[in-house]
Every structure is written in C-alpha cells, then in structure tokens.
C-alpha cells in the first residue's frame, strides 16, 4: 500500500461551488498534517496545515481523521484561481521527512 | 533575489554528458533538499543536507552526485543519466528541527535526457 494515496482527478468545479477530496494514509504513526498546493508548471507550496481538531483558513477547511487515516480539504465557493493540483503531504516523526500524494487536481470552471 | 532560485530552468542533455543543477537559497534556511518529480508520481525525495551534511540519501543511483559547500547552495551533479531520468527536478528549503515541514521550493530545473 502506497504511504500516501490520492484520486488524482480532475476534480472539475463550476465556480463557485463547493469541492472536497481526501487522502489516505498508511502509517498510523504518522503525526503531522499538510496540504500544498501546485499550479500548473510551478513549485508546490505550502497552503496550510492540518490539526486534530480540524481548522480553517477563508475558503479553505482542513480535516484529519486519525480512526480512518485519512484527511480531507474542502474548498467553498471555488474561484478560477483555485484551479490546481493539491498535494497531500504527511510526516512521520523519526524520520522527518516529508511523504507526498500525486495530487488532486482541480479544475475550477467558469 | 529572494526565495529558492534554480538554474538552469530547462535542460537537455545525452546520455554521455555531464552537467550540473544549482539551487540557491535566500532564506537563511539550514536544511536543503532534492526532490524529483515525474509525471504521474509523488515527488520522491531524493537528498537531504542539514548543515551542508547529508542527512538522507533515498536509494538514489550513483548517477546523481550531490553537493553542499554551505548552507545557501546545492548542487547536484549529473553524468551518464538514463533516459527515465527526465523529470522535474526541484530543490527546496527549511529549517532544520520542528518546522522542516515548511519547505520553500524553487521554480525547478525540467531535465530531458535524451
């Protein structure tokens, strides 16, 4: 089993709509959560973290669901912008090193 | 300049050649990583210096020779690559401890080997 698995997608999303997509993962002695985001032909970056207790960030709401290892971004009233492909990244302490999924891609449409 | 710069951006090379990929780092950061990415793949870490020493080397072939004179710039060193070798190959930024999470990525290098 993949250490970090993803639904590639597209994910296409008439704007303003609402899109949500989940990771899994498989080491249940992973501890830290994040989402990075990456544009077309760029650099990922980091969009934001994901705690136990879930948190948001504007549009964006961030979820982790350690009983099923799994963690969830929702997107609300998506903008062009938003089009991207989102890449789940987990950490597991010990090794400290940064474990990336494929990616979502989003595809946010007028 | 500031953030993460690559160079070069776009690079073409055979299998007999030899040649080199620069990263540098304006964010006093002390931990700097290769990544690579292939079209359809997570991107696989590749290399990890912590106070320009490597702290990781993920399997990598011999092919890749990394190096780190300081804490600002990276290298990684190419000769007789492979075909299945081209891929985006980015490097990145952090701090060394609790937030190496929080890497900074520069724009990439696309290798195609041809």
């Known amino acids: 089993r993949k250490e970090v698995e993803q639904d590639p997608g597209p994910f296409n999303v008439p704007e303003g709509a609402t899109v949500a997509f989940n990771c899994t993962y498989s080491?249940?002695?992973?501890?830290?959560f994040f989402w990075y985001r990456q544009d077309c032909r760029k650099e990922p970056k980091l969009l934001m973290s994901v705690y136990s207790s879930g948190n948001e960030d504007g549009r964006f709401t961030a979820q982790l669901n350690r009983a099923s290892q799994y963690i969830s971004l929702l997107i609300r009233d998506s903008k062009l912008s938003d089009s991207a492909t989102y890449l789940c990244v987990v950490v597991t302490y010990g090794n400290n090193r940064l474990a990336f999924g494929k990616g979502n891609q989003v595809v946010v449409i007028p | 300049e500031t953030g993460v710069t690559q160079t070069p951006r776009h690079l073409v090379m055979g299998m007999t050649n030899k040649k080199s990929l620069k990263c540098e780092q304006h964010?006093?950061?002390?931990?700097m990583y290769w990544y690579k990415q292939s079209a359809k793949k997570p991107l696989e870490l590749m290399f990890v210096?912590?106070?320009?020493?490597?702290?990781e080397n993920n399997s990598v072939p011999s092919r890749f020779s990394p190096e780190c004179p300081n804490s600002s710039h990276l290298f990684l060193h190419l000769h007789t690559l492979q075909p299945e070798d081209s891929a985006l190959y980015l490097c990145?930024?952090?701090?060394?401890?609790?937030?190496?999470?929080?890497?900074?990525f520069g724009p990439g290098t696309r290798l195609t080997v041809t």
């Open positions: 210096y912590n106070f320009k020493e490597q702290t």
């Open positions: 990145a930024s952090s701090h060394s401890g609790g937030k190496t999470y929080e890497q900074y």
């Open positions: 080491n249940s002695a992973s501890q830290s």
């Open positions: 964010l006093g950061h002390n931990a």
